[in-house]
């Protein structure tokens, strides 16, 4: 049960309790928790439908879906946000390993995580693998 507001202000006073109200258990698990979901499950992970991703809690826009392509690594993948600001990237060195986490700059919400070097045919050397829970599709009329 999300809307569209993005007023950032908003978005980062919300309480637990808030967000649990807003979002469904698996939702605030990935999102408010930095979860994963199981790959190869996401409604997005091999959509090609054209128009814009944006973040499932607040509805900020994230990506589009021209900056989307097959990585086969079992979520959806980026090559680049929609814009720099859209998305804060901080280290997270949980599980052992150095690793990007992304979170969307207007409520925080953990959307993925962020790697370099492995040799996509892509015009950066991102990959953006975002769990397709934390998006929601908004398709080109």
Same mark, same amino acid.
């Given at each position: ?8 202000? $908003?978005?980062?006073?919300? !309480? +637990? ?7 469904? /258990? ?9 979860? !994963? *979901? =199981? /790959? &190869? ?11 814009? &991703? ?10 589009? @879906? ?9 979520? /959806?993948?980026?090559?680049? =946000?929609?814009?720099? +600001? ?5 280290? +997270? ?12 700059? $207007?409520?925080? @919400? ?5 790697? *370099?070097?492995?040799? &996509?045919? !892509? =015009? !950066?050397?991102?990959? &953006?693998?975002? $769990?397709?829970? @934390?998006?929601?599709? +908004?398709?080109?009329?």
């Amino acid at each position: 049960m999300t809307t569209n507001e993005t007023n950032p202000q $908003n978005w980062q006073q919300l !309480t +637990d309790a808030q967000w649990r109200e807003r979002l469904t /258990p698996q939702e605030f698990h990935v999102l408010r928790e930095a979860g !994963t *979901e =199981p /790959p &190869y499950v996401g409604e997005y992970t091999d959509t090609e439908t054209v128009g814009v &991703y944006s973040c499932r809690a607040c509805g900020s826009e994230l990506f589009r @879906s021209a900056e989307k392509f097959h990585s086969h690594c079992g979520w /959806p993948s980026f090559f680049s =946000p929609l814009a720099g +600001d859209r998305v804060i990237e901080r280290v +997270d060195n949980s599980l052992g390993m150095r690793r990007v986490e992304v979170l969307c700059a $207007n409520c925080h @919400s953990h959307l993925g995580h962020v790697f *370099e070097g492995e040799g &996509y045919d !892509t =015009p !950066t050397d991102l990959r &953006y693998c975002i $769990n397709s829970i @934390s998006l929601r599709l +908004d398709a080109a009329e």
